[in-house]
């Protein structure tokens, strides 16, 4: 399924290597030239764990690495390699005594051995890990290649050219170059009209301001945004289990939105990460701050609360070690790291700056679990306002109404009557719709699921809850606080609906006390297995009831042995096989039942005395508790007030109709409430978590207790931040921090020039590459902070570099002598990422529909992605795409599903956004081709290519021809290849005339409708031509 | 000679040897050369060889190639394989805490008040030389216990499916690891150009399911490159994403645009010089030819019927678990070097014994189906088969208990898997539980034992294969794993 690339793979994984060598006379450096032999080769049992420490030799420390050992020998003696036991241990054929040992797997090159012995005898100088140390801002170095200075880039990349003996390419055409930098900036294509205005234009600033516009252009925002969301790990769904949807696309918006703004990097670090801790915070900044909940997380059944706040925590240190300090901290979880110098307990001390956020362990598998942030629309602020305004009115004259009324009681003053009022018993609800008592906790061998009157029936209120078995399954809940308690003469109820297509076999109603041994039992008494039968445990209620319908089950909490006085705290309702609806459940409780209306309000008091009806408001309950004469003044003007409004026969109409109004108003709050758009944003626990080492990582071994820290080997904190997050991302841009703004500038480099300067992006450890120009990237990282942290200007300083503009043809000789293009005698010339070929397509083809923002979107992708994996329960288990515009929006706006990603995102190299990205691989596979080539979404841009070619083209072959390569290339074609498009051509027309159905079908089988006026034959061959011209390695390449 | 390698001999000499003015470097063409090509078959490369970054095989491999049946969702051991007669007499006893040992449980049943045994409600005897013991709802795998290596003692870390199941594929908890196929692909490839190295097959829905959730992060390749990720054939719509071409294009129209394609991106190769045109080139010629490969594989007409009867009546029906069956031997045929089938399902924890006889009546007869059709083809001897799942179950029901039906919740101290062919030690057990099924009493196996031992048997050294991400060597067995010699043959 791969082409056998490995001669070329090797080759380039040498070139520096080779250069290191070959220049003999050059002084060894440590860091550049030793560290990474020793790191990869020794250091696993001489390096900084202590506890994989093997003969207390140490390899990293100087000190340690040339005192003399018991032997009598010094493993390096400074200056004198061949007295050095290292090196003799290396060398030695005798297996007990090689270095690395034998069955290590690892052994040295007889080059690598030749760099240990001259830095030895050179004196074996030590340097601290180069990313450690602050960037030094060096003065750029002269060049022999003037001419092709452009700026500061280029005499660092053109000085280090000379030293391998290579020249720079010549500049590149101007086709090219637009088409390089509007790619680059704005992750599409340049126009045809684009091109041709930028080909007029030949003063000397051409380049300069076509740079200009295109950082100006809004698509620049959405293109950088979209590479940022890969390192901030953002998805559409929670990842985990389940995987539901969840809302954090305001994030998504908060990032476009930056980079379009051109927000400086310092504040867009502190934004994200303290956003929310900020004083003031704007909702921007606290929008910003959903960076930190971008982690993946779970709801899973049966998962420990502990373990899982663990994990998250763990998440969250290590995105911001990956995405700001280039740093791998993973290790640190459950040792010491091995290579770096970053202990456990540090690990631990950063870890605690995220192991306080105030999410819970369980997201609950719902949209905003919380802590979340409302956004309303500036409508949907008139509204709310608007509404508030008809509430104080309403309130307004429900007071002058009162004011009004002049009640007198007719009691007053004379003798009161005897206590004539019933006991009855009520129906009481425990819960109805999802809103189920609090504290209770779902569970189940299926999630809970609710369905609306829409989708299924309900027996009151809004939603049922439902499910299908084909066996014994069970909802149930436990832990509801204070929970329902149980007095003499009490009965417990639900509703059931059975549907009649597919009934059960028997339904269960179970109640808990501590116990679940409470059963009611209607339908096979032998269905279901639990409880013996006829005892408390379970009680026989008869045949299943009524299918179709809602029947109303009640037993008695006697029968099934529940005690007056006791508490129920859980409910299950089990079934087994076929399809239930639950609704509305409860008791039947002895309470007074008064009369709803009253002329006397003494009369009215003395009902309600001294347990009061619970639906009343709590001050009139707690002034009803008390005796008359011991109310206060207030209390007792309340209860009048109260008592006029509501419950007196002579005056509460003139009041109904307001409360109805007020009703109605509240609803509509509420529906406003629900339609507004919210998101996930971060929040501290008031008081902060104790933070422990965790032996081995494990989150129930608690080590040392912690406190927050940065490690040793990086800066303090500045003075005057506070110790939490906020605190920690100012860290992060203080200008004495040596990993940030290297980190930063060799990210953008890398998206322009293919390879980072450190060609592991997310790795500036001991255990990453050397960087290739390290004088160049610490005078890009000290520029970018010295021209605060401008992200802009520091993009258009790399697209104006000479190096930038080069031509990218590359001849036999530098494809040997530098494959990966690591030096840059040629212009950078590499795939696009996933999205920017999706939405070049769409683009060239006229169907991208531009618009920025909003939710995610669903356009088409092959059916049962998600089904095929999903869990049953699962919100994200049916895909189903959108229609219109929503099918052609750019695809950094794609719903991303993240346990099963996009297919023709993934098929790209698109990564699944489980975890944080700053470096996508970039494959070549059969597969791509085959998306390409018959991808639904693909052949329907054919389509519309090919009418824009037909339409817009000219009359000639020719012309279409050279239309329709401008659209994907930028550049007319040459005669040769107008042959071989001519020639294709021809064939496709012969092929098509012949079975005209089969252009019919081939027009007629996307979303686009077929432009009839066009010739079909016609439409169908150009629609071949267009899918070639897609499917062209130009147009999917820098 | 077979067509199909002539056409690409044929297509070679046209894009590679017709062009070798255009400056293209010797290196680069050397790389597009597909070695493959001139090999018929696995049979006739030298048993060394590999397809991926091992220059060679670090031993003499066993295997050439793995089918792992995959019961995701936890079978439970002690009603299909681990007999535990004693405990008829601890029926709905607790637990003795001894046992238990204060271990950790789920949280859907550490609430529960107490932990009544359950005894498994189904018969067991003994089959084969060895007299392994095997419960009545594997009567066909009870006919191969001669064949199969059964391994009572297999643990795990996890306890819930989500890290348990991805812990399984990709050797750990945390989403974003190299699954295994990945690693094989990316370490010894495989010799099939036509087809993925890595493919995964997932069973539709089974009676008497109780299913959790797949994630692509199963078969992803994590940090490797992608190229090495597993391919989930589809049972509807294209086997193989995308494969199909549109509505109306026939594949004369597709070899015209291919052409004119490949004469285009041949024009840019001479222009630039850049290799990655010529690699694409051939991923187009190769995607052409999976056109043609990946339907023909797909198709089962030709089988015969006594084949087809083997893997029983539902072999017909494309995306069931015998159907995948069945495919899984024909990917194997085809040197398909990984090939994993998923069936769900296993996730019993309430009315167990109801469910488990459906989703059995399923899942037995293909897997023994495939050892013997693999037997008669002569390919056990170096296929490996693995059968297994996440985890195991309690032998305390979940739930009420009665007789006849229980429920058993999530167990990672010990499950049952088996193993079969490919350097395998046929017809014996290998390890012991204690009476009660709930800890280890011989001879561990960890799942990263079980990964070192697949490495094993495929001729790779677990600690050897290697992948530099993230500043560490990544291994699929972290810093873990014993090859487990006892089972080799």
Known sequence: MQLRFAALIAASATILGTSAVTAADRKIEFNRDVRPILSNNCYLCHGPDKNQLQAGLRLDQREVAIEKRESGQAAIVPHDAMASSLIARILSADPDQKMPPVDSGKSLTPAEITILKQWIDQGAE??????????????????KFPSHVRNEIDQFILSRLEIDGLEPSSEADLVSLIRRATIDLTGLPPTPAEVDAFLADTSPEAYERMVDRLLLSPRYGEHQGRIWLDAARYGDTHGLHLDNERSLWPYREYVIGAFNQNMPFDRFTIEQLGGDLLPDATIEQKVASGFNRCNVSTSEGGSIDDEVLVRYAVDRTEALSTVFLGLTLQCAVCHSHKFDPVSQKEFYSLYSYFYSMSDRAMDGNVLLPPPLLKLPTADQQKLQRDLDEQSTLLQQTIVAELSKVNYVDPLAGRELPADALTVTRNEMVWFDDDALPTGAQLQGDSPWQFVPKTEGPVFSGEKSSTRTATALSQHFFTGAEPGLKISEGDSLYA???????NPPKSIMLQFNDGTWEHRANWGDEDAIGFGAKNTTAKRLGGALPKTGEWVRLEVSAADVGLQPGIKLNGWAFTQFGGTCYWDRAGIMTRSVAPPTEFHSQIAWEQAEFPTPNKSLPVPIQDALKIEAAKRTPDQQKQLRDHFVQYVNTGTRATFAPLFAKVTEVDQQKKNLEAAITATMVSEDLPQPRDTFVLIRGAYDKKGEKVERGVPSVLPPLPDGVPNNRLGLAKWLVSPSHPLTSRVIVNRYWQQFFGTGIVKTAED??????????PELLDWLATEFIKTGWDVKRMHKLMLMSGTYRQSSKVSPSLLARDPENLLLARGPRFRFDAEVIRDSVLFASGLLVEKTGGKSVKPYQPEGIWEAVAFVGSNTREFKPDAGESLYRRSLYTFWKRTAPPPSMSTFDAPSRENCTVRRPRTNTPLQALALMNDKQYIDAAHKLAERIILEGGATAESRLTYGFRWVTARQPTSREMDVLLKSLERQT???????????????????????????????????????LINLDETITK | MDPRLEYKLAMTRRHFFGRTATGLGAAALGACMNPSIFANDFATGSEKQTYGVMPAMHHAPKAKRVIWMFMADGPSQLDLWDYKPKLNEYFDKDLPESVRNGQRITTMTSGQSRFPIAPSMFKFAQHGQHGAWISELLPEMAGVADDICIVKSMHTD???????????TTGSEIPGRPSLGAWLSYGIGSPNDDLPSFVVLISRLATGGANQALFSRMWASGFLPTKHAGVSMRSSGDPVLYLSNPPGVSGAVRRQMLDGLGELNQERLAEVGDPEIAARIAQYEMAFRMQTSVPELADISNEPKHVLDMYGPEVSQPGSFAYNCLLARRLAERGVRFTQVFLRGWDHHGSLPGSIRQLTKVADQPCAALIKDLKQRGMLEDTLLVWGGEFGRTVYSQGTLTKDNYGRDHHPRNFTMWMAGGGIKPGIVHGETDDFSYNITEKPVHVHDLNATILHLLGINHEKLTYRAQGRDFRLTDVHGKVVTDILA
């Not at chain 1, 509703?495 to 297509?501: C, G, K, R």
């Not at chain 1, 500036?764 to 120009?773: D, N, R």
Request: proline share 8%.
């Open chain 1, 126 to 143: 030590y340097q601290g890990h180069w990313s450690f140390i602050p960037a030094v801002r060096r003065e750029p170095p002269a060049t």
């Open chain 1, 495 to 501: 509703y059931v609906y059975l549907d009649p297509a």
């Open chain 1, 764 to 773: 500036f450890g001991a255990q990453g590459t050397w960087p290739t120009h």
């Open chain 1, 990 to 1028: 012969a092929s098509f005339q012949a079975d005209k159905m089969a252009a019919e079908k081939l027009l007629t089988s996307g979303d686009s409708p077929r432009n009839t006026s066009l010739d079909l034959v016609e439409h169908a061959a150009w629609t071949m031509i267009a899918n070639l």
């Open chain 2, 158 to 168: 996890a306890i819930n499916h989500d890290p348990a199941i991805t812990f399984m």
